[in-house]
């Protein structure tokens, strides 16, 4: 698949499960049954390190903290990224959650994941970019209003912690309510020399 399919899926999939924000970081909708977020990142990434042969990554983030990360394979054009070239780095992540009863179907597949991959072609900057998409039967198993929290427990016995929850939408929750969540990401990654830069 195509870098540019790709990038087009990962815009459709944030705008599917998060309502348009137009220049803000995080949207949610209050007072109803269903509720959603999403925000977008990007920096600027030193590549200090490439390993062609196990694909791994070494990559200095603005704050001066290395991540290793695995070239997904396919990626055909590893060897043209070298140390001293930056990435653009983009992650977006968008939550929606309905509380409501589940469909027989959710029930029946109360996990389900997704996801899609492209690279950037032959005429184009070496990059890449993925999405995947999960959507969850869960439980509320817990809430503070003073700090904000829900605490959720998905099919497969795992807490996550959600945060930023106004106290409005907490009154609105009860302990072993269920809610469907769908959680989707992205990351969009493009190489730019360092003498562009």
Same mark, same amino acid.
């Given at each position: 698949?195509?870098?540019?399919?790709?990038?087009?899926?990962?815009?459709?999939?944030?705008?599917?499960?998060?309502?348009?924000?137009?220049?803000?970081?995080?949207?949610?909708?209050?007072?109803?049954?269903?509720?959603?977020?999403?925000?977008?990142?990007?920096?600027?990434?030193?590549?200090?390190?490439?390993?062609?042969?196990?694909?791994?990554?070494?990559?200095?983030?603005?704050?001066?903290?290395?991540?290793?990360?695995?070239? #997904?394979?396919?990626? +055909? &054009?590893?060897?043209?990224?070298?140390? /001293?070239?930056?990435? !653009?780095? $983009?992650?977006?992540? %968008? @939550?929606?959650?309905?509380?409501?009863?589940?469909?027989?179907?959710?029930?029946?597949?109360?996990?389900?994941?997704?996801?899609?991959?492209?690279?950037?072609?032959?005429?184009?900057?070496?990059?890449?970019?993925?999405?995947?998409?999960?959507?969850?039967?869960?439980?509320?198993?817990?809430?503070?209003?003073?700090?904000?929290?829900?605490?959720?427990?998905?099919?497969?016995?795992?807490?996550?912690?959600?945060? #930023?929850?106004?106290? +409005? &939408?907490?009154?609105?929750?009860?302990? /072993?309510?269920?809610? !469907?969540? $769908?959680?989707?990401? %992205? @990351?969009?990654?493009?190489?730019?020399?360092?003498?562009?830069?």
């Amino acid at each position: 698949m195509s870098l540019n399919k790709v990038l087009s899926s990962i815009f459709l999939a944030a705008s599917l499960t998060a309502a348009p924000f137009a220049g803000a970081a995080h949207h949610e909708e209050p007072m109803s049954d269903h509720a959603e977020r999403a925000m977008a990142i990007e920096v600027d990434a030193e590549v200090i390190a490439v390993d062609a042969e196990t694909r791994e990554m070494v990559l200095q983030l603005p704050t001066g903290e290395q991540l290793t990360t695995k070239v #997904d394979p396919q990626v +055909e &054009r590893l060897s043209e990224v070298v140390p /001293g070239d930056f990435l !653009v780095v $983009t992650y977006l992540a %968008a @939550l929606a959650a309905e509380l409501r009863e589940p469909t027989e179907e959710e029930m029946a597949n109360p996990w389900v994941e997704g996801a899609d991959a492209g690279v950037a072609g032959d005429n184009e900057a070496p990059g890449g970019a993925m999405v995947s998409a999960v959507r969850a039967v869960c439980t509320i198993e817990g809430m503070n209003r003073l700090l904000g929290t829900v605490t959720i427990m998905d099919s497969r016995g795992k807490a996550h912690v959600i945060g #930023d929850v106004s106290a +409005e &939408r907490i009154e609105q929750l009860s302990i /072993g309510q269920s809610v !469907v969540i $769908t959680f989707t990401q %992205a @990351l969009a990654v493009g190489i730019e020399k360092a003498a562009e830069m």
